[in-house]
């Protein structure tokens, strides 16, 4: 079983719509982080959160960390061309270890 | 300034032959991690550096994988008797210290034919 399951795994839409991808687990952590990979690229950060209950915005694009720190969503508004991607949330594996846990991804394709 | 580049960018090769995928970390980033990404996967941790040391290798699938960072920059994976399960993309990520933020170079595709 993946430690984080994403979902859905793969989700094509219309330049304009709004979309919410989520990352779950039944563990508790004490951050968690979301990247987006495009192909033939490697991963890039986009936020890290920390606190229960947390939201942060980068322009269109709102993370929040559930209460209980189990789980995130990420909510494209507005979605673009240029969001196109695989959508990634990672975790630091148990304490005291820098051992990052990356989710199945989020396969995103945004159509002009 | 420049990023984390992995050479080579692919690599196809013949089942049993021993192949070496090399990272240069961004400069001064003390630590380095190597994944492995299989097609519609994300990233497998395989090995984690602090300075030269592997402070964790748990990622490592067998006694087949082996990884050194000799001079605490540059870093090579090198796999032994490859098998075709070995196929797919490796990554390579630096960072100013261990849980910092991670730095991934493009990958290296490799293929086992």
């Known amino acids: 079983t993946q430690l984080l399951e994403q979902s859905p795994q793969f989700l094509s839409i219309q330049e304009g719509e709004n979309l919410t991808v989520y990352c779950n687990s039944s563990s508790v952590f004490s951050s968690l982080q979301w990247y987006r990979q495009e192909p033939g690229e490697g991963p890039v950060l986009l936020v890290t959160v920390v606190t229960g209950g947390e939201v942060k915005k980068l322009k269109r694009l709102t993370f929040q960390f559930g209460d209980a720190r189990k789980d995130s969503s990420l909510h494209i508004t507005a979605a673009q061309p240029g969001d196109t991607g695989l959508y990634l949330c990672a975790v630091l594996g148990r304490s005291g270890t820098y051992k990052y846990i990356f989710g199945t991804g989020t396969r995103l394709k945004v159509l002009a | 300034g420049a990023g984390v580049s992995q050479t080579p960018s692919n690599k196809v090769t013949e089942k049993g032959k021993y192949v070496e995928l090399r990272c240069d970390p961004i400069s001064g980033h003390t630590a380095l991690y190597w994944y492995r990404q299989s097609l519609g996967q994300g990233p497998e941790f395989l090995i984690y550096?602090?300075?030269?040391?592997?402070?964790?290798d748990s990622g490592l699938p067998n006694d087949r994988f082996f990884a050194v960072r000799p001079e605490g920059s540059v870093s090579t994976l090198k796999i032994q008797r490859t098998e075709r399960g070995d196929s797919a993309v490796y990554l390579c990520a630096s960072s100013r210290q261990g849980a910092g933020e991670q730095y991934f170079g493009p990958g290296t595709r490799l293929t086992v034919t």
């Open positions: 550096f602090q300075g030269t040391g592997a402070a964790d």
